[in-house]
């Protein structure tokens, strides 16, 4: 640590410099100034971390020099050293936040234990602003590993996804004696203007800011993932306590009414107040989803009546026609969402079409084309470019399945979309 020696009789700076052994203390400089004025321009120009000052000095005393120190360098330490032993002095130099109070004639075993606790404060200041640096750094990973944790859940791979789970709660673990993650699946059921769509990264920071002041009483974090589109899984990190679920239920109420009034779309949420694993929250709150197929705005946390987890196969539909909808730029086959589900793609073709009524194909054809007509009627963008969004890489392809369902070609729709 650096030291700066300020007083306005050379003979005393002399002093110090000769009866402090400092080749025996944790010192790397000691710089010597005899006015406030020296002693400003070296605090602004070298990095000084202790002040060992006189109180009463010309032109400006220690205590408003070490006033302004503190105030441009909080971290800095200040100690007086005064030959009045005036409560005034003491007082108003504890009131800056010094670190200690010296009645000359000092002792060099006084000073060299001062300077041997300044550098232990100072040591355990910096290892807790490393550790505290490195928690930041790895806390900010979560959102990334949430994201690589539910991609593995989409892709089937149910063991990946839960080690990544584990993996989330060990890092949360730096803050939270008792972690526990409670997922809150968010769908954005509707946008109040369908040109104002907001970007991926302002849904994400919007939903963890309004979340994060909103636990900020129970000191609880909120994580987001999402891998489809209008589609997110929050999780909220809190230290078990027995009231969890009241506590979710109102911040996630309170959360739901201010983004209804505040953000540019509808919601509609679907909580799990239960611990348990990732996979059985996924499809359980899949399952609540697909049963607002209305998409209903506001918080479902009921058990949905017309959907049964004894019934694998009303949630393998479900679960196909949510990919489908999520996914709805790609080029989607029967194959990819046959897999996804963890069915023999002929059963769920046939699956599919008891269910749908449709076959998969042209439902998807179908999903598509209301799409393409949302996009015509309310934005202002070309037909090429829809078609390229809808995952068509041919013009003249759309524009013929686009005529073939509505009777009309795209630029016939959206003028008469228009005019309406």
Known sequence: MNVLLV????????????IIPWDKLPVDQVFTACSAREARLIINNFTVDVILSDIEMPEEDGLSLCTWAKQAYPDLEVVFLTSHADFEYAKKAFEIGSFHYILQPVREEEIEDVLRRIHRKLTE??????IKHRQIRVLGQKNTLLDAMLKSMEEGDTVKAEESYDCIKDILSMEFENCVLYPVL?????????TEVWPDKQIRMTVCSILDDLLEEREGKAGIAGVSENLYWIFIALNKEEDD????????????DFAEQNTG??????????ECT???AYVHLQQRMHANSDKQKGIFTDEPEDVSPAEPSEGAVGMAIDYVRRNIRKNISRTEVAEYVHLNEEYFSRLFKKETGVGFKEYVQAEKMEEARKYLAHSVLSVEV??????????SHFSTTFKKVTDLTPQEYRKQAKEK
């Open 186 to 194: 968010l769908q954005i059921v509707s946008w109040r203007r369908i």
């Open 386 to 395: 829809i078609a390229s969004k809808l995952g068509y890489r041919n013009l």
């Open 265 to 274: 779309f509808h919601s509609a949420l679907y909580p799990c107040y239960d």
């Open 278 to 280: 990732f996979a059985q």
């Open 245 to 256: 679920p009241d506590y979710l239920r109102r911040i996630l109420q309170l959360f739901w």
């Open 125 to 130: 200041r910096q290892d807790y602003q490393r």
């Open 7 to 18: 007083d306005d009789q050379r003979e005393v700076l002399r002093y110090l410099q000769n």
